[in-house]
């Protein structure tokens, strides 16, 4: 392929991803590094390095109107990224010490559970406790803007959330992902924190994470500007009409196909692994 | 405890994020542009790993390599300053918390700016 057909392709292939990932909400980072890794080629550390990159963008892009709308909490962000941030340099150090292989089983396990995690969906009994001691202390707890107007909510289980955020922070670096799914599990589940404010803090802390690995990827000669231009300017422009485009009716169906898609690229991203097909 | 949630601090960091990814993508778009058109035909392959040259691996490498009108540069370049946004919103906060005389979160705030300045510039150390 010339310079020319790579760019197109990449760059129309980003695009649905972005689109694709902003509509259902899955995120389109985490098919990046499979479609470039097996439909064009690319070495695992370039399509990691062009994978984070574009994390940013979209979640820089998306974080701007989310903060305006006032569902996220800037402090409880801001104390998790410690987590996320740490965990991310380490991440991404490892990327250097982890062979690919082995950095794809990894990855193949992250997309099926991601996948896994969008299609539970999952009652949760507001059980009225009282205000956890250590999330006060801290200043965690909050508001925001309901259907009813304004509704406060508690926040719980500070360290378990911290411990699950390492962890995110790390399959971030690793992966060169964004991590959203295992961001908002240990905020809605480990903390209790309201969806809303999941989602949208989780969103919020992802292009800080990223950056923090980002350093660490330039510095190794990871991000590859030629690939990266594509990918990025594909998956912000895909996410940006994916959160502008209503329809609501279709939604579930394509959340459901864009979920088998993420198990298949799992699979094939194991299998890879598993034979070696990476070096 | 003064909140936050200020409506002028909230548009403020909304309208960072934004004028940081909107002058990034436009860098790269430039660069691009330029890439595109000085070889179009020219064969890729991105099979092998060989890593960046050193010029595009560190910030003043890049800043210097996209002055002298390099496309792969202009492109870093713009990646950089994406790179960049994120950081700068956590510089706002710091000071936006250490102008609410928040000590503690203001010292959550700089172990974050810490962190994302040393992966900038510090971790060619262990790169």
């Known amino acids: ?14 695009l649905v991803a972005g689109f694709l990932g902003s509509l259902t909400g899955l995120g389109g980072g985490v098919v990046l590094v499979p479609l470039l890794t097996i439909f064009f080629h690319v070495d695992l550390r370039y399509a990691i390095g062009a994978s984070l990159v574009s994390v940013i963008a979209t979640s820089s892009g998306s974080a701007a109107a989310y903060v305006k709308e006032g569902f996220s909490n800037v402090r409880i962000g801001m104390f998790l990224e410690i987590a996320t941030t740490f ?8 990327t250097a010490k982890v062979p690919p292989n082995a950095i794809a089983i990894i ?8 996948a896994f995690v969008s299609r539970r969906t999952r009652p949760r009994t507001n059980v009225e406790q009282p205000p956890d001691q250590l999330a006060t202390k801290l200043k965690m707890n909050g508001t925001f803007p309901d259907t009813s107007g304004v509704r406060s909510y508690n926040v719980y289980r500070v360290p378990a959330g911290f411990g699950v955020m390492s962890i995110a922070g790390a399959l971030s670096g690793l992966l060169g992902i964004g991590s959203g799914a295992l961001k908002v599990v240990a ?17 919020f802390m992802i292009g800080v994470t990223a950056a923090a690995s980002a350093g660490v990827y330039l510095s190794r000669g990871y991000i590859d500007a030629a690939l990266a ?14 959160t502008r485009v209503l329809v609501k009716t279709q939604t ?3 959340r459901q196909v864009f979920s088998g898609v993420i198990v298949l690229l799992g699979i094939e991203m194991m299998l890879k692994g598993l034979t070696g097909g990476l070096r | 405890m003064k909140p936050l949630n200020d409506e002028r601090v909230e548009s403020l960091i909304a309208n960072l994020l934004r004028a940081g990814v909107l002058i990034s993508a436009l860098v790269v778009i430039g660069g691009g ?5 000085h070889n179009p035909w020219a064969h890729v392959d991105y099979r092998t790993f060989h890593g960046e040259p050193g010029n595009l691996k560190s910030a003043h490498g890049i800043v210097r390599t996209a002055l002298s009108g390099d496309p792969r540069g202009i492109m870093q370049l713009g990646l950089l300053l994406l790179i960049a946004t994120p950081i700068v919103r956590v510089l706002l906060s710091t000071l936006i918390f ?4 928040d000590l503690m979160y203001l010292g959550f705030t700089l172990i974050v700016l810490a962190v994302l300045l040393y992966s900038l510039f510090g971790s060619f150390l262990i790169a």
């Open chain 1, 187 to 203: 905020m809605d589940q480990a903390m209790r924190i309201p969806f809303k404010v999941s989602t949208t803090t989780s969103n």
């Open chain 2, 33 to 37: 542009v330029t890439y595109l058109g």
């Open chain 1, 87 to 94: 965990g991310a340099l380490f991440g991404a150090y490892l």
């Open chain 1, 252 to 254: 579930r169906l394509l």
């Open chain 2, 98 to 101: 250490a102008m609410e005389k």
């Open chain 1, 107 to 114: 990855f193949g396990t992250v997309l099926m559970y991601s």
């Open chain 1, 229 to 242: 231009m594509p990918v990025m300017l594909g998956v912000l422009i895909g996410s940006l009409m994916g």
């Open chain 1, 1 to 14: 392929m010339n310079v020319l057909e790579f760019t197109f392709l990449v760059w129309t292939g980003s």
